[in-house]
C-alpha cells in the first residue's frame, strides 16, 4: 500500500511539472489531456486500409476535436475509395461520441457516436445522411468505435493502473485518478 502512495505522490509531482492537472481534491487527481495529444494517439492506428467488394477504402490523417461547452469528442479523418471503374474519390468525416474508460484494456472508446459532418469530393452530404441511410450507418461507426480506441492510457503504468472516471469538460478529455 505505501508503493501506491508514493507512486501517486510521484505521479502528482511530474504531472504538476508539466502542468497537466486539473484538479486534486478528496475523491482524486484529474489530468487534463487535450485534442492534439489525443490526435497523436489516434495517429499511431492510421492509415487504416481495407478492401471491400466494392473497392478498397483507405482512412488516414485523424484528428480529434474538443469543443468548449460539450461532453463529447470529435474525431475525424479523410476517407479515399477506389476501384477499377472510377478514380480515387475523396471524402471527409466527423463523428462525436461520449467517451468511456474500459478498465480490462486501459483504452478510452467514444459510446453513443453519431456523424457530424460527412463532405465528398468537395459537396456536404451531412444533411443526406437521414433515415434509411443514417440507420445503415450507425452500427456500423459503433461497432468501428468499439473496436479501436481514441486514446490508449497505458494500463500498465501509474496512471493508466489509477483511472476512475472520465469525461469531457472545458475543451478537454479529463481522466479522474484515485486509490
Known amino acids: 500500500m505505501m508503493k501506491k502512495y508514493i507512486a501517486i505522490l510521484f505521479l502528482a509531482a511530474s504531472f504538476t511539472l508539466t502542468g497537466c492537472i486539473k484538479d486534486i481534491n478528496p475523491s482524486g487527481m484529474t489530468i487534463a489531456i487535450g485534442a492534439p ?3 497523436k494517439s ?12 466494392y473497392g478498397k477504402v483507405v482512412l488516414k490523417d485523424p484528428k480529434a476535436l474538443l469543443q468548449k461547452g460539450s461532453d463529447r469528442i470529435t474525431a475525424g479523418t479523410t476517407i479515399l ?7 480515387e474519390q475523396k471524402a471527409a468525416v466527423y463523428v462525436s461520441g461520449k467517451p468511456y474508460f474500459d478498465v480490462s484494456s486501459g483504452n478510452i472508446y467514444l459510446y453513443e457516436p453519431s456523424i457530424e459532418k460527412l463532405d465528398a469530393n ?9 433515415g434509411t441511410i443514417k440507420n445503415a450507418i450507425t452500427p456500423v461507426i459503433n461497432e468501428f468505435f468499439k473496436k479501436y480506441p481514441i486514446y490508449k492510457v497505458n494500463r500498465s503504468s ?4 489509477l483511472v476512475k472516471s472520465v ?3 472545458d475543451g478537454s478529455l479529463l ?3 484515485g486509490i
Open 37 to 39: 495529444e489525443i490526435t
Open 122 to 130: 468537395g459537396y456536404q452530404l451531412t444533411n443526406l445522411v437521414k
Open 167 to 169: 469525461r469531457v469538460e
Open 42 to 53: 489516434l495517429q499511431k492506428e492510421f492509415p487504416f486500409e481495407q478492401k471491400t467488394k
Open 158 to 161: 501509474v496512471k493508466g493502473s
Open 81 to 87: 475509395f477506389s476501384n477499377a471503374l472510377i478514380p
Open 175 to 177: 481522466l479522474t485518478l
